[in-house]
């Protein structure tokens, strides 16, 4: 149990369109979920947190008209990563707030975005 | 900033109990520490969590001091898919994570 899947698990795009990460919980309902970034040989560092039904919270220096998060059920959200620039190119991590399991954040495998 | 700081690697032979520590001395009273590893190129992997007593499961234990200001994750035979970067979090009603820089352990055979 407690599984999170991310679609897609690789994009390649050209600068300046948009790209769009889904993170959804197979299992469980997740009132909040959480949206990561990883560049290489460095830890993952929190961009924003999304709660369903209201606007997500972004962390200070993550722009927020840039990374657009919805989430718009118990088991989705949503990743758009706008205008996406080669400085984009990173690897792309949600989680998933099992509330009423076990406290805990369970992690999707992760979205590689390379912006060409 | 991370709450925790750990080393930044280890080493452990196959077959032997791997003891990674953690350092949290600012820990405050309603906050937990929550263990995960990390395997290239994936999503992290939850271990184990606690707040002031020792805790068992079928991957790991967490042994945390009285204190509370520093723990320390057992793998007690460690194999070489247990190669990975190992995060120690401390966090509290939020659960929002702040990742320090982890352990990266290294199982030889």
């Known amino acids: 149990g407690a599984v999170v899947s991310q679609h897609p698990s690789r994009v390649i795009c050209k600068s300046g369109t948009s790209v769009k990460i889904e993170c959804r919980s197979l299992?469980?309902?997740?009132?909040?979920m959480f949206w990561y970034r990883q560049f290489p040989k460095q830890s993952l560092m929190l961009m924003a947190t999304s709660n369903e039904g209201s606007k997500a919270t972004y962390e200070q220096g993550v722009e927020k008209d840039k990374f657009l998060i919805n989430h718009a059920s118990l088991t989705l959200s949503t990743l758009t990563v706008t205008s996406a620039h080669p400085e984009d190119s990173s690897f792309y991590i949600c989680s998933a707030f099992a509330e009423l399991r076990t406290d805990t954040q369970y992690f999707g495998p992760g979205t590689r975005l390379t912006v060409l | 900033d991370a709450k925790t700081t750990q080393p930044p690697s280890m080493d452990c032979a196959e077959g032997r109990a791997a003891n990674l520590p953690c350092n949290h001395s600012?820990?405050?009273?309603?906050?937990?520490v929550y263990w995960y590893r990390q395997i290239h190129s994936q999503g992290p992997q939850y271990i184990i969590h606690g707040l002031k007593n020792n805790e068992t499961n079928e991957m790991a234990s967490l042994i945390i001091t009285e204190d509370r200001k520093s723990s320390t994750l057992i793998l007690p035979h460690a194999t070489l898919r247990d190669t990975a970067v190992y995060y120690c979090?401390?966090?509290?009603?939020?659960?929002?994570?702040?990742f320090g820089t982890g352990t990266r352990l290294k199982v030889l055979a």
């Open positions: 600012t820990i405050s009273g309603n906050e937990y």
């Open positions: 299992d469980f309902q997740a009132t909040t």
């Open positions: 979090i401390v966090t509290s009603g939020t659960y929002k994570y702040i």
